[in-house]
């Protein structure tokens, strides 16, 4: 490999290094008899977690580990193919009739991940003549798929419908799309989807609606942001969610018309080039579906731990919440990461979130609550911050 090549990486690891920028895996084992969300590092350090987005704290019901080894024991552990060439199962058009009749729509489309399902939804829908316009602070993947289609991409302010309505009033050719997180993954603070669907109607544009971080932490039946506002699901076009986080799985979705989920599955190149999910996972999601579901216990409990930590530190720098996302911001990114050093020291796993995943100057402690938290959890973590703040 030639030495220049070698120079400018080492150059560039130097800064990211110097910036408070550096990043490594972490080895996390999950303590088998705890109730709530313990983990063991590499050093044998007991931590209690903070950073899970397991929100409902299924992931270790012992039903879902039940559903997941009884259809191993039929379908084998991976699915060895693509969905369109023999990796398809029962156990996956079963999730998906399960989804869609959960949410009220005609079909479901799976995918392997959230990230996979925004870069094939928008890859394959929006066209390059098409005109993009989405929330600034949306997910990564949301990004990377409008860069995929080609199309223009205007950004609004975060939450600002009046900038949304200029930029959509200054639009003319091609077909205009509003992309935005229901739940926003960095922040916790929801879209003003009322607002959007209004402006999508005023100047006919479709809605691609991001509902990862919301669907069952808001709404009856965990049904996401467009329960909770009390809108129908037919009020946008196109609805993407992951197994992966309350749900406490693997995957994701994308949930529609019958004539979207048919274009997908014929166009996504995320999808069509995809190894099937393992069946194991798809029925372990069905099981965690019927919990979430009936998980009204749970989401009282997350909105109690919200409050409670909120009123406990009402100082403290938080940003506007309702979700149990809380972002505690620190400013610079070498003090997040230092506040999260002395969060570990006091066996408290809380990694800082520092750019590119959140803008320059606002890094932070993304403190993620789960109903699987007991109180004492919250008043351990609650008596560090004071002490560090």
Known sequence: MPDTAENTWSTQLADIRRQGLWRELQSLQPDPDADRPLFVDAEGRLLLSFASNDYLGLSREPALRQAAIAEMERSGVGAGAAPLLGGERPAHQALAADLARWLGVEAVLLFGSGYLANLGIISALVGRQDRVYADRLNHASLVDGVR???????????????????????????????????????DGDLAPLPEIVTLARRYQARIILDEAHAFGVLGAEGRGTLAH?????????????????????????????????????????????????????????????QLLRDGEDRRARLVEHRDWLRAELPDAPWLPSATPIQGLVLGAATAAVQTAARLR????????????????????????????????????????LREIL
């Open 345 to 384: 020291e006091a066996g408290l796993y809380c990694p800082a979130v520092r750019p590119p995943t959140v803008p320059k100057g606002s890094a932070r402690l993304r403190i993620t609550l789960s109903a699987a938290h007991h109180r004492e959890d919250l008043t351990q973590l609650v008596t560090a």
């Open 148 to 186: 995929l289609s080609g199309a223009r991409l205007q950004r609004y302010r975060h939450g600002d419908m009046a900038h949304l309505q200029q930029l959509l009033e200054r639009g003319t050719a091609g077909q205009a799309w509003i992309i935005t997180d229901g739940v926003f993954s960095m």
């Open 229 to 289: 506002y009390q809108l129908d699901t037919h009020s946008v076009d196109v609805i993407m969610g992951t197994l992966g986080k309350a749900f406490g799985v693997y995957g994701a979705f994308v949930a529609g018309s019958q004539d979207l989920i048919d274009l997908l599955r014929n166009r996504a190149r995320s999808f069509i080039y995809h190894t099937a999910m393992p069946a194991a996972l798809a029925a372990a999601a069905r099981a965690s579906l």
